[in-house]
């Protein structure tokens, strides 16, 4: 089909890379503008779709809004029988539902209508959801409202929101190209009046660690910002991420290192870091960091 694809991070990519490779016409990429970013923030840097587009010679175009009738009229004037969405990161105007052929479809990672909004997969992983997913939706003018063409269902288990990001990215990417290939088979499904939830976006101030909750909670955190902005606590006015831990057995005041290896008392239980990370320094194995910081046993955590 002749294709307007929309879709902004690393999570997008896969899904432009299928419907090319399907044989699909993509006519259009739209994404976000480039943004500041390196050390300084200085540099411009475009997005990962846009970086992926170019590379294939595809058309890019990154608007920083469609309300307006001119970019509205440029994109019904693509002629497109439909446009797919991949965390575009703008909402759509009716205008633009209503510009293709086959309207658009989006894909959405959990299983709808659970985790509707911008950050599925971490708020999944945080809420201890055994199983998450991805929807392939028909859109609307609702916040992931439309209704279901396909989905598919994964275990999270121990997995981070990287792992996962990764994992559904690809998956979600080849539900696509199914979907799209048997879409007349497809009748789409509404979503249930039951179990909405909504993942609203992540705030930096989630990722700071806190001890006073089980330790199941806080090796969640953990899992749910790795590997980005990574889960952290605070020691003498320096910040340090956790960036893998496993859940052990120990009691003390929540917040407490409980030995030399670095054990963390929890609400209840503990956590023991895996790998870790100084501000400004690699990633590296508590006992790297303790040899050139050493943190005592019974040092409570800020």
């Known amino acids: ?76 004037a693509l002629e497109a029988d439909i446009a797919v969405v991949a965390a575009y990161g703008l909402l759509l105007p009716q205008e633009i539902l209503d510009a293709t052929r086959l309207g658009c479809v989006n894909i959405h990672a959990s299983i709808l209508p659970r985790w509707r909004g911008a950050a599925p997969i971490h708020r999944a992983i945080l809420a201890g959801d055994p199983t998450t997913g991805v929807t392939i939706m028909q859109m609307e003018a609702g916040l992931d409202t439309g209704p279901m063409l396909a989905t598919l269902r994964t275990p999270i288990e121990h997995k981070t929101a990287g792992e996962l990001t990764t994992e559904l990215a690809e998956r979600g990417a080849q539900l696509l190209v199914g979907t799209l290939r048997d879409l007349p088979l497809h009748r789409p499904v509404p979503q249930p009046d039951e179990g909405v939830t909504y993942a609203k976006k992540i705030e930096k101030s989630e990722a700071r660690l806190d001890f006073t909750r089980a330790a199941e909670e806080v090796e969640r955190q953990v899992r749910a910002f790795a590997p980005t902005p990574g889960a952290w606590f605070e020691l003498e006015d320096e910040r340090y991420k956790i960036r893998a831990a496993e859940i052990v057995e120990g009691e003390g005041a929540a917040g407490t290192v409980l030995d030399e290896v670095l054990t963390i008392a929890c609400g209840t239980q503990a956590i023991r870091p895996l790998s870790v990370q100084r501000a400004g320094r690699p990633e590296m194995a508590p006992a790297e960091l303790l040899r050139g910081r050493p943190i005592a046993a019974g040092t409570r955590l800020g």
């Open 1 to 76: 089909m002749r294709t307007i694809f929309m879709g902004t991070p690393e999570f997008a990519v896969p899904a432009l890379v299928a419907l090319v490779e399907a044989g699909h016409e993509v006519c259009a990429v739209y994404t976000q503008p480039p943004r500041p970013a390196g050390r300084r923030g200085r540099e411009l840097t475009p997005s990962a779709v846009q970086r992926v587009a170019e590379m294939r010679e595809l058309p890019v175009r990154h608007p920083v809004s469609l309300k307006g009738a001119e970019e509205q009229q440029a994109f019904a």
